[in-house]
């Protein structure tokens, strides 16, 4: 969506540490399980996720509201639940467009792009860095971030933005798209 401005704060206090506890414990097939983003899109190649709900053109819906939900959600519901609420009580009436965990691995870059699509252009893109470090810097509109855990950022995903992890552990947030039908 595109937001005033690059980046908002949209929350400094999140309890993080039951998610985070339970995606460091995610296995490798866990995160290798769906590689369904890193196919579509060539900007994702230093990626890995965990995706647990999405929509797009070749899933059931291209609508921000037609989101499929994958198996793997039951797993990771309980421990999201309370992050997922505190979210979009932000946006009420919100549904969650897409949901998913991606991981940046040491050393990557998710290129310079933009979010096109009507799905990318109607929804509020949120990340909640679960684990970081501070030579993970993201761009979006010229202006540098580095995103702090248990804290929520909106991005505005119709700028050129990109991503640069120069640190020596992978970059793991919860990513979630959620659409306002107003």
């Excluded at 460091?24 to 709900?53: P, Y």
């Excluded at 053109?57 to 989101?67: D, E, K, V």
């Amino acid at each position: 969506m595109n937001i005033e401005g690059n980046f908002k704060v949209l929350l400094t206090d999140i309890d993080i540490s039951d998610l985070k506890s339970a995606i460091l414990e995610a296995t490798q097939s866990d995160w290798g399980d769906n590689e369904m983003r890193q196919n579509m899109f060539a900007v994702a190649e230093d990626t890995k996720s965990i995706i647990l709900k999405f929509n797009g053109p070749t899933l059931r819906s291209n609508h921000p509201s037609g989101t499929t939900t994958f198996d793997v959600w039951e797993k990771w519901e309980e421990v999201l639940t309370p992050v997922i609420d505190r979210l979009m009580s932000l946006y009420p009436g919100s549904v969650i467009s897409k949901c998913f965990f991606p991981s940046l691995k040491a050393g990557g870059l998710i290129s310079p792009h933009y979010d096109s699509g009507p799905t990318l252009e109607l929804i509020h893109r949120i990340h909640v860095p679960l684990v970081t470090n501070e030579d993970v810097i993201f761009t979006c509109g010229g202006e540098e971030l580095n995103m702090k855990e248990g804290c929520a950022y909106e991005l505005n995903n119709q700028r050129l933005h990109s991503v640069v992890n120069n640190g020596k552990e992978d970059r793991i947030h919860l990513l979630i798209d959620l659409y306002c039908d107003d």
